[in-house]
């Protein structure tokens, strides 16, 4: 099953706040509908985001006989969530096909889902090639963190599809998941989908996994990102730098995995990313079930920055690049923003964000 797909004239999405102890598709043909699924984690992971940009803007399209109503609606959906670049990416190439009409958004949309579908199984294959080269020798233990698996993206997910291909190949002795306080994506999601899988894993406490690492219980750090700066500074979700603190301590590979569409050459280094704060409510409480003192506010990162010297090699669906040895996101043939800015040349967009 996609985790997101277009069927019958609307979005379908798998409703990740359910898992895991449900599986309902939510069907979307509205865009307060779709912004309110995206903020609320209905639909989440980077690349899953882009495509769900993407559809959004199809659906807008389709909706509205007049192109200069479309901007101003894909503005919204645009900014629905700050921090995965994909979304923004997403959005602005479905844009980028508007002046061909609503089903040339459409068929941009969809060869977005086709592409992330494809980029899953080259990352996949060049992950585990590196894994293999850098643990050369028995069965690999995988620490990961949050949900980078096929919830994360259309088909088979980033940093948890590299995990998958490892078993696949016979290579994994373990998977490690950290269940991501506070939303609990590893622990709802990475096992469920680690279970379908049937490969072995164990689940940790977030604030574990450092003195996890300098115990040597895990060969490799394979996480992913929502937003790969110029220089190699990786956002991702909160509790990525400290196991990538740990794992330099302790020598561990510290590896990200994630399609080129989540590069961002644009943005320099990791202190131009907007982090998203979620505000109280769900960290004060668990699945609506209030932990905390009446009354405490919270402070509440999603994401966070590890710097490029601490990351061994950011895998893309093109190539590896080694930025803890200095190499950078510009080395790529190809990105994300080279899309973007050659849609904004082009000028074929005809709309501009304030
Ligand atoms: O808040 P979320 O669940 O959208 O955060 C997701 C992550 O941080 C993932 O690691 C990232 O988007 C990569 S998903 C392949």
């Not at 020598?251 to 704060?277: L, R």
């Not at 690049?321 to 040349?345: C, I, K, N, Q, Y």
Request: proline share 5%; with cysteine.
């Amino acid at each position: 099953m996609r985790t997101i797909d277009w069927v019958d004239g609307a979005i379908e999405m798998i409703d990740q706040t359910l898992l895991p102890d449900e599986v309902r598709v939510l069907r979307v043909d509205d865009l307060d509908v779709l912004i309110d699924a995206i903020s609320r984690l209905v639909v989440r992971g980077a690349p899953a985001l882009g495509v769900a940009g993407a559809l959004g803007v199809a659906m807008i399209a389709r909706a509205h006989r007049d192109p200069s109503e479309v901007g101003p609606l894909a503005a919204r959906l645009r900014a629905a969530r700050p921090t995965a670049v994909n979304l923004a990416w997403g959005v602005d190439r479905a844009l980028a096909a508007l002046p061909h009409g609503a089903e040339a958004v459409l068929a941009e949309a969809l060869a977005i889902r086709d592409e992330d579908i494809a980029a899953c199984r080259e990352m996949g294959n060049l992950g585990a090639d590196l894994v293999r080269e850098l643990v050369p020798d028995g069965p690999i233990t995988v620490m990961t963190i949050c949900n980078t698996g096929g919830l994360a993206t259309v088909e088979r997910g980033t940093a948890l599809g590299v995990v998958q291909t490892l078993f696949e190949r016979g290579d994994l002795r373990e998977a490690l998941a950290a269940e991501t306080r506070p939303l609990l994506q590893g622990a709802r999601l990475t096992t469920w989908e680690l279970a379908q899988m049937g490969a072995p894993y164990r689940l940790f406490v977030d604030s574990a996994g450092p003195s996890m690492l300098t115990r040597g219980l895990a060969d490799v750090v394979l996480i992913g990102a929502d937003r790969i700066a110029a220089n190699g500074d990786t956002a991702n979700k909160i509790g990525s730098y400290s196991l990538a603190l740990g794992a330099r301590r302790a020598g561990v590979p510290f590896i990200v995995v994630a399609p080129e569409s989540t590069v961002d050459v644009a943005t320099a280094s990791g202190d131009e990313i907007e982090i998203e704060d979620r505000g109280t409510d769900e960290v004060v409480s668990v699945r609506g079930v209030r932990l905390a003192a009446e009354g405490t506010r919270a402070i509440n990162p999603a994401f966070d920055v590890t710097p490029h010297d601490l990351i061994t090699a950011v895998v893309t669906n093109r190539r590896v690049v080694r930025v803890g040895r200095g190499e950078t996101m510009h080395d790529l043939p190809h990105s994300a923003a080279d899309d973007t800015v050659a849609a904004a040349a082009a000028g074929s967009s005809g709309w501009k964000e304030n």
